[in-house]
């Protein structure tokens, strides 16, 4: 388990785990900077072990190289670079920090959710398309959404349970935030991992 650095706009908390204490983890994570804002992204290599681990990394490396891109054609770019793995699942955001925008987009079992500073506005959900990149692409669907300041983006892989949504508080610490899910709703079936960050304004 660790964390990343916070980041000028973001405070970050990242928290996995690997099955029965594998010493590789097939669920991964980006933080990467580009002009407009931040990419975000959480990816989950089909399966476990090494070759799940690979597929993740192989994904990971794609997104960094191509943050900034729209959305869909970072995911297409993922598609072509993962065909000879096993594929993954992966959700991912361009956070425009200028804008006080967010465009995020999924494929597969990586749930979203965007925690909002005022209760009063609620929460919003991420609704990934069926498929698997490298494997099976769904025509892709790009979301947007206005962010401000306090907001919180978390993303879990499907080696967390979904009730993590009725147990989140906006008060915590990022760090803290993926710390707590992942202790109380990680399955023990399955590679684990959640990534949290919250907005904290425009520098």
Request: aromatic share 4%; charged share 20%; hydrophobic share 45%.
């Amino acid at each position: 388990m660790s964390a990343p650095a916070s980041l000028e706009v973001l405070d970050c908390g990242v928290a996995f785990s690997a099955l029965d204490g594998a010493a590789d983890c097939g669920d991964h994570y980006l933080l990467a900077p580009f002009t407009q804002g931040m990419l975000i992204a959480a990816v989950d290599g089909l399966g476990h072990g090494p070759e799940a681990s690979l597929a993740a990394q192989i994904a990971v490396a794609t997104l960094a190289r191509h943050a900034g891109s729209p959305l869909a054609a970072q995911i297409a770019y993922c598609h072509e670079a993962l065909r000879k793995t096993r594929g993954v699942a992966m959700s991912a955001a361009n956070l425009d920090t200028q804008a006080g925008l967010l465009e995020w987009i999924g494929v597969g079992n990586v749930d979203g959710v965007v925690l909002r500073a005022r209760k009063e506005t609620g929460s919003a959900s991420l609704l990934p398309r069926g498929g698997v990149v490298g494997y099976r692409l769904p025509p892709l669907r790009v979301c947007r959404l206005e962010v401000f300041p306090g907001d919180v983006l978390i993303f879990t892989t499907d080696g967390v349970a979904s009730s993590f949504q009725q147990d989140l508080s906006r008060d915590e610490a990022a760090q803290t935030l993926a710390d707590r899910i992942l202790a109380r709703h990680g399955k023990q079936t399955d590679d684990a991992l959640v990534l949290v960050t919250r907005y904290r304004g425009a520098p």
